[in-house]
Structure formats: C-alpha cells, structure tokens
C-alpha cells in the first residue's frame, strides 16, 4: 500500500511549497500529490486555491500574477518541484486550474524525453474529468487519476471509459466491497485525506492502493 504526502506533508509544513515536499521526501513517501493552476505568464504554479489569499500575504487571482511575483510568494512552480524530487517518489499532480491539461501533458513528455524520468513517475487527478480526458487524447501513456467526492459509481464508469489507471474516491465514500469493485475492475484504490490513526487504520482494512494524507508519516 502506497503513502503518499498530501500537498507535501501539510500536516507538518505550510501546504504546496518545497519546505512540504522536502518533508514528505524526508518521511519516506512512496509519492507525492499537489494542485496546479497557470500564471499569467502561463507557468505551471503549484498551489491549490485559484487566489493566493489562504496561503500566502498576497491577494488576488494566481492567473494575474507572473510566475516571479507567485516565486517571491513562496508558491513553487511544478518544475521546482518536479526537481527537488527528482524521481525519488512518484508525483500525483491533481489539475486545479482551467487549461492545464495541455502544460502540465507538454511538461511531462519533457520529463521523459529529457530528464531520464518515465511514465510510472507521474499519476495525473482531476475532479475536472473533461481534462481528464483531454490528457488522455493528448498522451495516453499518461497514468490518470479519477478523483471523486460524490459518487463511486461514476467514476469507475468513466474509469473504464477513459481506460484510468486508478480512482481516487474521498475515504467517506468508501467500502470494502466498492474497494474490492474498483480494484477487480482493474483499478488501483487511492483514497484521501485520510489523517486520524482511526480512520488510517478503517481504510487500510479495506484494502486500498494507496493513502493520500497530510500526516504520511501515520500510514
Ligand atoms: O487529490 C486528493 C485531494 O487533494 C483532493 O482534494 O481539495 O485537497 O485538492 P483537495
Ligand atoms: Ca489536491
């Protein structure tokens, strides 16, 4: 069973910023999830929320700041922090912002093509499935991760339709049974954000493929 640092490791670190990711390397991580938008300069910034008000001393929307005024904010961008990680763990990168599919597809390749980095190394979420399935048209080799906080049912039907590689469930959604479902249907079980030792140890009873926490070092 796969752990796997929740936009780093936010229960230990400010969440999205290389300080979290360094800490999840540190605790070990079979891999790493984080949320992405585009800047002006449509750079690939890691940070969850489409305005920097929570988690930094800006205000304003991501897409009116260039990359250097996000930089200066702490926010990294993906090529930070694909970097810093540099293949030590794999990098769940879940699609936040509108039009991100293609960048973070063309970033991908480059990794591959350039940086000796392969496919296993990249796990692409989305509660967006359109771009879900943009991804899937523009490269197919990409492994993809299909996020829900509503219905398991639908996503393993589109699951199948766009032949995922896994489905990531919210852990209240889940079951044994609809875990063993999933997973007999050929896909891999990452749930989130499982973070009390209670329900860390309900959901590995289940069976997953892989938890999705702040706390990693809890799994
Ligand atoms: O990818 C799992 C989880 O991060 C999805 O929800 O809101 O934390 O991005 P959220
Ligand atoms: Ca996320």
Redesign the pocket.
């Given at each position: 069973m796969k752990r796997i640092g929740?936009?780093g490791a936010k229960g230990h670190e400010p969440e999205n910023t290389i300080i979290s990711f360094q800490k999840a390397i540190n605790l070990n991580v079979d891999g790493i999830?984080l949320?992405v938008h585009l800047s002006s300069d449509d750079q690939i910034m890691v940070i969850?929320d489409e305005t920097i008000d929570r988690t930094t001393n800006g205000k304003g929307f991501v897409k009116n700041f260039t990359s250097s005024q996000l930089k200066e904010l702490e926010i990294p961008t993906l090529t930070e922090v694909l970097d810093l990680v540099h293949r030590s763990c794999f990098v769940?990168i879940?699609l936040?912002g509108i039009g991100t599919a293609k960048p973070v597809v063309d970033l991908i390749s480059d990794y591959i093509l350039k940086k000796n980095w392969e496919y296993i190394d990249f796990l692409v979420?989305s509660f967006d499935w359109k771009m879900l399935e943009e991804v899937q048209l523009l490269q197919p080799k990409i492994r993809i991760g299909v996020?829900t906080e509503a219905s398991v049912e639908e996503a393993l039907a589109f699951a199948k339709k766009i032949k995922a590689f896994s489905i990531?469930p919210n852990f209240r959604l889940l079951t044994k049974e609809n875990v063993a479902l999933m997973q007999e249907n050929g896909f891999e079980v990452f749930t989130?954000?499982v973070n009390s030792t209670d329900d860390i140890q309900k959901i590995k009873s289940f069976k997953v493929s892989g938890i999705?926490s702040d706390f990693p070092d809890r799994i």
């Open positions: 929740h936009r999830e949320d969850h769940n879940e936040k979420s996020l990531h989130w954000t999705i």
